[in-house]
Every structure is written in structure tokens, then in C-alpha cells.
């Protein structure tokens, strides 16, 4: 039989409730760091939500996978019957056209990636950032990184939102801290243009700024 013990405070610490564990990480999505949805803002008055997110989401996978599979009927029978079928042919030349963009050229190549990950801790915003980068690029001497976006595009030389400057900006910041040294470039690719815009270093720098200053 255990001896009992003989001391009150040592039958005190055999009763002691065990310290909690430490709090899980907080994670939060780069898409979800402009605060208002500046996206579904830009998208049109002719379009609902969710219309413009499917038809959003049809355009990206046309982009991805046009090139590898010819049979266009086929992807838009499979993959477009969210989308109301007098909006799919508008989505395939939209996808065409952007594909047919020379700037889109570097983002295609040997060296980049399609719907890259990301996972990393940004102890700036207090907690893990997550998002997926529609494409990047690793290069020898820089990181370039773009994302598509099917809304309503500004005018050439005018600001993008920003809710996608933040994201692009916390994309950036991750990037950063993966690949030390390496500058990184961000860019858009407004599909209804189409056109690729490569945002300024101090529009990002501010983006970045004031998330660090305000919630997140």
C-alpha cells in the first residue's frame, strides 16, 4: 500500500489541478485581412455573390489548366455548373485572353508555381498567416508573385483596393521570412482587362503598416 503523506501541503500539491496547456496559435487567411470585402465590391452590380465568386473560381481554374487540357467543353462541362451557363463562355475568353498576356509569361515557366501554399508564423500580426498564391515564381536573385482577380479592375495608374494590398502585403512579408534576401514583387492580374499591374514597394510598405497597427 502507498504511504500516505504525512505533510497538508504535500497532500495539497498531490491535489493541484494541472496548468492548462498554452493557447494554439492563431491563424488567419491573407484573404481575409482587408477587413470589408472589397472584392465582391468590385465585381459588378449584374452579378450576386455567389454567382461572382463561382464564376471567380471558374476563371482561375481556366488560367491554371487551359493550357494542359484542350478539350475546353469538357473543363467548363465539368467544372462551370455553378456558374449560369450564359456567364461560361464570357469566363473561357476571359481566361483565353489572359493567357494570351506576354507579362503572363514569366508566371508559366519552368521555375514557378501554381496555387502555392503558405503556412508561416508573422509574430508582426500575432499569429500564423495562411493563403494560397495563384502563382510564384522562385528566382535566382527575386521573388515574383501574382494574383488573379476577376473583379471590376481599377484604371491604369489607379491604386488597387485595399483589401488586396494587404493581402498582397502579408504575402510579401511571408515570403520574406522563407526566403531571407530575396526581394519579393507583387503583382495583379485583373482578368476582365486583361491586364497585369505590378504593385509599388511603398503601396505595399503601407499596407503593411497599417496592419500592424490595427487589428487583424
Known amino acids: 500500500r502507498a504511504a500516505r ?48 465568386r463561382a464564376r471567380g473560381d471558374l476563371v482561375h481554374l481556366l488560367i491554371e489548366t487551359l493550357a494542359e487540357t484542350p478539350d475546353r467543353d469538357d473543363l467548363l462541362a465539368r467544372h462551370g455548373a455553378a456558374v449560369p451557363p450564359d456567364l461560361r463562355a464570357g469566363c473561357l475568353a476571359e481566361a483565353t485572353a489572359a493567357l494570351a498576356l506576354p507579362d503572363l509569361a514569366p508566371f508559366l515557366g519552368p521555375d514557378s508555381l501554381a496555387e502555392a501554399g503558405l503556412s508561416v508564423t508573422l509574430p508582426e500580426l500575432g499569429g500564423r498567416l495562411t493563403g494560397r498564391i495563384d502563382r510564384l515564381a522562385i528566382l535566382p536573385d527575386r521573388i515574383e508573385l501574382l494574383d488573379f482577380k476577376t473583379g471590376r479592375a481599377p484604371g491604369p495608374g489607379d491604386p488597387a483596393p485595399d483589401a488586396y494590398l494587404r493581402q498582397l502585403a502579408a504575402y510579401r512579408a511571408a515570403l520574406g521570412r522563407l526566403h531571407p534576401g530575396l526581394p519579393v514583387r507583387a503583382h495583379l492580374l485583373w482578368t476582365a482587362v486583361p491586364r497585369i499591374d505590378r504593385q509599388p514597394d511603398a503601396a505595399l510598405d503601407a499596407a503593411w503598416a497599417r496592419l500592424i497597427a490595427g487589428p487583424v
Do not use: K
Request: hydrophobic content about 40%; proline content about 17%; glycine content about 8%.
Open 5 to 52: 503523506p504525512d505533510r497538508p501541503d504535500a497532500r495539497a500539491a498531490d491535489l493541484a489541478i494541472p496548468a492548462p496547456p498554452p493557447p494554439a496559435a492563431r491563424r488567419f487567411a491573407a484573404s481575409a485581412l482587408g477587413g470589408r470585402d472589397d472584392g465582391a465590391m468590385l465585381e459588378g452590380p449584374s452579378h450576386d455573390r455567389a454567382v461572382a
